[in-house]
């Protein structure tokens, strides 16, 4: 059985959590292979609404193993505490296998997150302030601590101190900080340690012995394509590979790029993005404050599942979007929050970008350069009549099957799924996924 990737294919928060909450269905292991609690994944099915940010979406299904890959930066405090939640809400968490190898995000990587957006004062990433830049750092830097060794306390004694040492002073001289204690750090993450002992295990064996027994598995990405810290509008990205290319999706799991059949990219039916950055199709009218506050009155608007900071918001950049469905090696798009058009008595679609007269109809690579494009719109009729509760896509408007259309053919991808409201059911299969 193949083993499907869902990758976010914008700026993050494209309904990721919602899409892998539908396709789990199939599955027997929903694991997530990259970045850490920056991501914010929203799931509203019959148990109610949650909001995850490190637990696989696939936690809702009584029979499904979650793993968090190798690949994730995990901060054990805000983990320990969604597990918490979850099981007051009556879910069991008992199935959740935590990588081993996956990084932990330490107090110090909150700290140099927070002093180093300070320092770069105008040119700040925006970021979420989790640690999770500064804990990739270190992994990359091999200073990382990871989750096996916070389960044996001379193992987190040696690394701590083998590293706290070098981090005070970089708080300390290079950002004017407050230096982080060894002892109260050690003694408080050992005790994370223990109360996450029964859930670390070995998160590579455990997804690849599902492949053997020829049972689905999801990945479920993070972030967006275009936070990207290869691929995307760098250096307005993330610190780690929200993509499916080969350096992300599979490594962050442990499996082989071969194992990988397909890659559903979730997509809005418009464009957001928070945190700073590059934005060619980025509104400021009475359009994206519609868009935005759609929804708001149960607080569904387009305000940050992890910060709450309110999206910036833009129509549907189909230059950037088949920029990430090219090097995702996309097979199928989720279409997401369609219903959120209802009403608006056009859409654009930008189909390129115009550069000192000429047209780009790729992404340029430096920053100065994406933020001069103008972007070329192609404008389409609206549609009146609600979509939340269409199930079959020939019920749906005319005008939102000819937008739905245009997108495929512009982004050179099938839509297999298109999303009509928050709610597991509220979707329409094109064609089943998986
Ligand atoms: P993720 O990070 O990609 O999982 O996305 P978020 O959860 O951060 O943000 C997506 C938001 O859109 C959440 O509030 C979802 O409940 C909501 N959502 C997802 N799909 C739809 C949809 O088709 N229609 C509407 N109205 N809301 C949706
Ligand atoms: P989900 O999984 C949206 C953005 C931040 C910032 C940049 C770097 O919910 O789609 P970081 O804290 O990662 O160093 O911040 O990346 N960012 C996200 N934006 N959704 C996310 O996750 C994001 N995770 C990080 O806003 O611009
Ligand atoms: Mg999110």
Not at 45 to 69: R, S
Not at 217 to 223: I, K, T
Not at 238 to 245: I, K, N, R
Not at 350 to 359: A, Q, V
Request: aromatic letters at 6%.
């Amino acid at each position: 059985m193949p083993i499907v990737v869902v990758v976010g294919g914008q700026w993050g928060d494209e309904g990721k959590g919602r899409i892998v909450d539908l396709l789990a269905r199939k599955a027997r292991v929903v694991a997530r292979y990259s970045a850490g609690n920056n991501a914010g994944h929203t799931i509203v099915n019959e148990q109610g609404e949650f909001k995850l940010h490190l637990v696989p979406a696939g936690i809702f299904y009584p029979e499904k193993t979650c793993v968090i890959g190798n690949g994730v930066a995990i901060d054990p405090e805000v983990l320990l505490g969604e597990i918490e939640t979850l099981e007051q809400r009556g879910i069991d968490t008992t199935r959740l296998v935590v990588s081993d190898r996956a990084q932990v995000i330490m107090p110090w990587h909150k700290s140099l997150d927070l002093l180093d957006e300070t320092m770069r004062g105008a040119a700040a990433i925006g970021t979420t302030g989790k640690g999770v830049g500064p804990c990739f750092i270190d992994k990359v830097a091999r200073r990382g601590i990871r989750i096996a060794d916070l389960l044996r306390h001379e193992d987190l004694t040696a690394r701590v101190e083998a590293v706290l040492d070098y981090q005070n002073r970089v708080i300390s001289n290079v950002y004017g900080g407050e230096p982080i204690d060894a002892r109260e750090t050690i003694e408080k993450y050992a005790q994370f340690g223990q109360r996450l002992a029964s859930y670390v295990g070995d998160a590579q064996e455990t997804v690849l012995e599902a492949h053997r027994r020829g049972e689905y598995v999801l990945l479920e990405g993070a972030q967006g394509s275009l936070l990207d810290l290869d691929h995307g509008t760098y250096p307005y990205v993330t610190s780690s590979v929200p993509s499916s290319s080969s350096s992300g999706a599979g490594l962050g799991v442990g499996v082989g790029p071969t194992e990988i059949q397909r890659v559903v990219g979730v997509f809005k039916s418009y464009c957001t993005r928070v945190g700073n950055g590059p934005f060619p199709t980025e509104l400021f009218d009475e359009t994206a404050d519609r868009l935005r506050d759609h929804g708001k009155e149960w607080g569904r608007g387009e305000y940050g599942t992890t910060t709450g900071r309110p999206r910036r918001i833009g129509w549907l950049d189909a230059v950037a979007a088949r920029y990430s469905v090219r090097f995702n090696g996309l097979s199928a798009i989720a279409l997401t929050r369609l219903d959120v058009l209802d009403g608006l008595e056009s859409i654009k679609i930008c189909t390129g970008y115009e550069l000192d007269g000429e047209i780009l109809e790729t992404l340029p690579a430096r920053e100065s350069t994406l933020n001069r494009v103008q972007p070329v719109y192609e404008e389409l009729p609206g549609w009146t009549d609600a979509t939340s509760e269409v199930r079959n896509f020939d019920d749906l408007p005319l005008p939102a099957q000819a937008f739905i259309r245009r997108v495929e053919q512009l982004l050179e991808c099938p839509v297999d799924l298109i999303s009509v409201g928050p709610a597991r059911e509220q979707a329409i299969i094109v064609d089943p996924i998986l």
